[in-house]
């Protein structure tokens, strides 16, 4: 039995069903070079080597680091609201969903240190991320604003908005603190905080379930 033979373009469609795990594939090493390096110092080598791949086919699938970079927080992102919606699953609390996410992250203080460096950049708004992280603020607080905490509930002082804000701004705090003094426990002081808010709502009348 003969079999028909492969032409240059079956040859091409073959090379291309590999794509986007590769493009996975760097983008998860991408993560991990940004996080032990930081994006300024990271390398486009340095994130080919990891991911098994030559620095021209990088540059096939990204144009640059900066393209890396967005992909990168992208997944990151994914990666937290998946882990975020298994917690829920799970049938974790919420005053405590937060800090099980954050629990990697603040478990390792060069990773965190990376991201808070990024993260404060970007708030230049000629930064490569910046657009990234105002879209993140804004999503984050419309999930603290319409999700099961009681974050989403207005009361007498607070608009669920300026909650969100304060939950956000006490994260960012946290992350600080954390490094600047390790034998505190930021995630258990998240949580006091998560369980304040609860607490405040109880004793306004709104619940999670109003």
Known sequence: MSSTPST??????????????RRSQIVRAALASFAEHGYERASLRDIAARAGVTHPAL???????EELLLAALAQREADEEEQAARILASGTAGPAVLGEVLAEEFADPDYQRSWLALAIAATNPTHPAHEFFA???????????????RTAYDSPDLTAD????????ML???????????????????????????????????G???
């Open 162 to 169: 300026e909650k969100a804000v304060m939950v956000l701004a």
């Open 8 to 21: 240059p373009s079956t040859r091409r469609r073959g090379s291309y069903a590999t794509t986007p795990a």
């Open 208 to 210: 999670a379930g109003t």
């Open 172 to 206: 960012d705090g946290l992350r600080m603190q954390a490094l600047l003094d390790p034998s505190q426990e930021p995630l258990r002081l998240l949580e006091v905080f998560m369980h304040t808010i609860d607490e405040f709502e109880d004793v306004t009348g709104r």
């Open 135 to 149: 879209g993140r603020r804004e999503r984050l607080r419309t999930r603290l604003r319409s999700g099961p905490l």
């Open 59 to 65: 540059l096939r699938h990204f144009s640059g680091k």
